[in-house]
């Protein structure tokens, strides 16, 4: 009898412990008090769900607005590292082609002056 009894109970632990909280009492009152407080906590719970589902919506939107801002501003500066190497490219060439045409004028300088002596 005993065990009809405990398998008719609900598994629901809020359930239980409402059966718990009330007892053996015959009045129902305190059983509503206890569901309306139940549903008054389970409310309050998916509004702050609700809420911090939000605000999570909005930090990651963020989130991607900054990384596509910083994926942006890496390829400017990529852009601008290019451009300063090819100047610098540029500068070195030009270097080279005048320090071998300095060696090409002091080899050739002193055999000018030899001939024109």
Not at 65 to 77: H, T
Not at 79 to 92: M, T
């Amino acid at each position: 009898m005993m065990s009809k009894i405990l398998r008719m109970l609900p598994s629901s632990p809020i359930v239980a412990a409402l059966l718990f909280v009330t007892g053996c009492s015959t009045g129902d009152e305190r059983l509503v008090e206890l569901s309306r407080e139940s549903v008054a906590r389970q409310a309050e719970q998916n509004r702050l769900i609700a809420r911090q589902s939000t605000e999570i919506a909005a930090a990651a939107h963020e989130l991607v607005e900054a990384d596509a801002q910083a994926r942006n501003e890496f390829i400017k500066l990529c852009r601008d590292l290019h451009a300063e190497r090819s100047s610098i490219d540029g500068q070195r060439a030009e270097l080279e082609r005048d320090r071998r045409e300095i060696a090409w004028q002091r080899h050739r300088d002193p055999m000018i002056a030899a001939a024109i002596q």
